[in-house]
């Protein structure tokens, strides 16, 4: 433990070098690891932010890390585990106001989660912002609790911080506190978990009866069961007892069930059997009104410059949204005002979008470091597997994310004719819906342009 921990000192050593210092202090500062077990390293986080943010830029980078130093280090989770400031009893401190109507708390209230079901108190419709991309799923959650297994089960799929889990325990909360219904919410990391134990400790007969219980099962990151054969194996009958019983199940995954690599074709049919729902980035329109309804909840007002600014270069994570209306709400009340838009520019410099200012410079520096190559192979005409598909990754990045034309794009790269950016474009638009190491490698370029 003691040397997984140095690792992790000397990870975080490396990270700090490469990010500004309020990067590292607001979303590593406080990370420690938790333990290490069976080639799992699991670092605590402070918050679903800081979670959210290391998973967005340095996952693969950290995992990297560990296995340099400890080549059995298989994964590496992140738990989120707030870190409980130390008050002295007997003193008081003079900034602090003992003002229990205060609008400005700090938002501990959305750690209490209820551990008999692992409900979040604060996932309830009524905060729901509905827009384009999740109309289709809140009408599916809203037709499963006016009749509970129409739709069952329920799947979900849609990158991170898109309101997934919202909106599932959304439909938990309302089962459990309007119809009186057994409902429990759990990850498909703690499923396996809870399996492997029940295993080790001879308790198999307790899991089942404490999994078949509910009327309501809520699995969240379904995706994280790939290459887990016998817990896809309970999974598969506990998900036939609860479906024969007329038990609403509902599912989440980053991808849709059939893209899911590694996973029972036998489970992938059960999940069609329901509802399917893609929940799509969030558009411009849908992000002003979460950042308005998220502002209103803090007790404080933008103004309509502010709010399209945010709108523009946030990129779309309603996690990443509220982190961000939390601290100009503290931010705000520490200067008694509302905050101008420099200030509001000047919170958020190290979070918000910066494609408008990346040169195709920037583009190919970034794609040529990931991949550790030469900048020059990837214009020059050079055919190796190792050389064209960074090429083909640079060149959908150029067309999809910046909107660079195909005829510029080709001319940039020593020449080439457009027909031929426009085959490497579909080639990786179309891998990347079912590859997951590409999704990943593809994030990773990505977040290289926000550091």
Known sequence: MSEINLIWKNILERIKKDITPSAYNAWLKDAHVDSYQEGVVYINVNNPFAKDWIQNKYVTKILNFFREVDSDVKHVEY?????????DKNKSH??????????????????????????????????????????LAYASAQAVIKKPAVYNPLFFHGSTGVGKTHLMQSVGNYYKNTLGKKVYYVTSERFTNDYISSLQNNKAAQFKEKYRKYDLLI???????????????????????????QKQIIFSSDLHPNYLPNLESRLKSRFSQGMIIDITKIDTESKMAIIQSKSAAAGITLGGECVQYLADTLEGSI?????????????????????????????TKNVTKTTKSITFKDVLKAVASYYKIDEQMLIEKNRKQEISTPRQILMYLLREDFGNSLS???QKLGGRDHTTVLHACEKVGNEIKNNTTLIEEVGQIRSMFRV
Do not use: C
């Open 79 to 87: 738990v989120i585990a707030p870190v409980q400031p130390k008050v």
């Open 219 to 245: 699995m969240d990151d379904i995706q994280f069961l790939s290459n887990k054969e016998k817990t896809q194996e309970e999974l598969f009958h506990l998900f036939n007892y609860l479906y024969d019983n």
């Open 319 to 347: 996690r990443e949204i509220e982190g961000i209306i939390n601290n100009i709400s503290m931010q705000s009340d520490l200067r008694g005002r509302p905050l101008t838009i420099d200030e509001v520019k000047d919170l």
């Open 408 to 410: 510029s794009i080709g």
């Open 94 to 135: 003079p900034a602090i106001k003992e003002d229990k109507n205060q609008k400005n708390e700090l938002p501990l209230k959305d750690h209490y989660i209820d551990l008999n079901d692992n409900l979040n108190p604060k996932y309830v419709f009524e905060t729901v912002v509905v827009g384009s991309f999740n109309e």
